[in-house]
Each structure stands twice: as structure tokens, then as C-alpha cells.
């Protein structure tokens, strides 16, 4: 059974950091791309940032580049987001996502989430 | 950037067909994937490359899409379709994943 679990998520103050985890489990994890996806409170889903199955490519929205850095894993099947210059809008549930290697497909399991409050 | 827009909001009553738009330029060229969220739920695969179905996910979603819209098409709707539901696509151009605004299905 295909399992993610996310963790890291907790209020920060704006302009501070936050290091997300995703444990992956039930399939071969390198054979995956993943994702970060994200969902404002009341608001819908938002695209962060990807990795390829290899970590070599990395991808990221507009809204996160250059504060954000995505990673992975593959001996510990874990995804990471480093997030640095935290902003209130960067307030949401974070979900991580698979997807096969191709851009277009689909993210087709998806973990239960971890929120991130950015709050003085 | 490339823009996916959906109606906030669709109502239908039970056992009729509900249909959900999402328009883009030229999205007929596109591989487009719906999700489903219910409250306090991650979201979940209900359609994808167009009308396509995963394992699990009832014959009642279907999907369509031609030119600037894309369409999913939920039959015989039961109470619990109610959901938020999202449409995404791969914009090549950018390399990013886009989300649709998503529309709440409400089933009277």
C-alpha cells in the first residue's frame, strides 16, 4: 500500500525557516517523481515545487523560488522542503505527492498533509 | 503563466449530471487531470489524461476535452460527490504544474 506521511509542519515567525518532511512507503520511491503541493486556508490548491525520481531536475512556482529548496532521499525514501524567508502567505497544509517521470502525468497518491503557520 | 479557470460553485440535485468547466488557452492540447477534495481531506485522483479513470473511481466521472474547455462529468450524482474539485494540467512552457481555482459541488 502506498503511504505518505508528512511532518515538520508548526507556526514560525515571518522571515523564519522550516525543514518539511515526507516518509514514502509501499513502491519503489526512485522510480517517482514528487511534489510539494500547498492549500491557503479556504483557498485551493496550489503547485509549490518538484523533483524528479533521480533528484537531478527540480522545479518550482513563482511564489517560492529562491526562498524554497526541494530534495529527496532515495536510500530513506524521504522528501524534504526547505523553506526559508517565510512569509504569512506562505500559511497553508502542505500535502507531498507522487507522480511517474513524465511532467504531465498525473499526482496520482497524495499524503494527509502538515500545516505551516507563519505568525508573529 | 498559464491560467485554468473553473465556476466557484455547481448545483445539481441527486441522480442528475453534474458537469464541471475548466477553461484554459488551448487546453484541448493539453493532458488534463481532476482531483476531488472533501472537507479536511486530501485531495484525490478521480480523473486523468483526459477520461481516464484510476482503479476505484466509480464509471459515473467522466471526462472530455476539446479547444479552450475541458469538461468532467459526474452522472447519476449521489450525495457523496459533494466536494471541492480541481482540474490541473502540465504547463510546458514554464515546466510547472497548474491548478484550477476549483469548483465546490453542491448536491441539493
Known amino acids: 500500500e502506498v503511504q505518505l506521511l508528512e511532518s515538520g509542519g508548526g507556526l514560525v515567525q515571518p522571515g523564519g525557516s522550516l525543514r518539511l518532511s515526507c516518509a514514502a512507503s509501499?513502491?519503489?520511491?526512485?522510480?517517482?517523481?514528487m511534489s510539494w503541493v500547498r492549500q491557503a486556508p479556504g483557498k485551493g490548491l496550489e503547485w509549490v515545487s518538484g523533483?524528479?525520481?533521480?533528484?537531478?531536475?527540480?522545479y518550482y512556482a513563482d511564489s517560492v523560488k529562491g526562498r524554497f529548496t526541494i530534495s529527496r532521499d532515495n536510500s530513506k525514501n524521504t522528501l524534504f522542503l526547505q523553506m526559508n524567508s517565510l512569509r504569512a502567505e506562505d500559511t497553508a497544509v502542505y500535502y507531498c505527492?507522487?507522480?511517474?517521470?513524465?511532467?504531465?502525468?498525473?499526482?496520482?497518491?497524495w499524503g494527509q498533509g502538515t500545516l505551516v503557520t507563519v505568525s508573529s | 503563466s498559464y491560467v485554468l479557470t473553473q465556476p466557484p460553485s455547481v448545483s445539481v440535485a441527486p441522480g442528475q449530471t453534474a458537469k464541471i468547466f475548466c477553461g484554459g488557452n488551448?487546453?484541448?492540447?493539453?493532458?488534463v487531470h481532476w482531483y476531488q477534495q472533501k472537507p479536511g481531506q486530501a485531495p484525490v485522483l478521480v480523473v486523468y489524461?483526459?477520461?481516464d479513470r484510476p482503479s476505484g473511481i466509480p464509471e459515473r466521472f467522466s471526462g472530455s476535452n476539446s479547444g479552450n474547455t475541458a469538461t468532467l462529468t459526474i452522472s447519476r450524482v449521489e450525495a457523496g460527490d459533494e466536494a471541492d474539485y480541481y482540474c490541473?494540467?502540465?504547463?510546458?512552457?514554464?515546466?510547472?504544474?497548474?491548478f484550477g481555482g476549483g469548483t465546490k459541488l453542491t448536491v441539493l
Open positions: 505527492a507522487r507522480s511517474s517521470h513524465s511532467l504531465a502525468s498525473p499526482f496520482d497518491y
Open positions: 509501499g513502491f519503489i520511491y526512485s522510480n517517482y517523481a
Open positions: 523533483v524528479s525520481g533521480s533528484g537531478v531536475s527540480t
Open positions: 488551448n487546453i484541448g492540447s493539453q493532458n
Open positions: 489524461d483526459d477520461n
Open positions: 490541473q494540467v502540465w504547463a510546458s512552457s514554464s515546466d510547472h504544474r497548474v
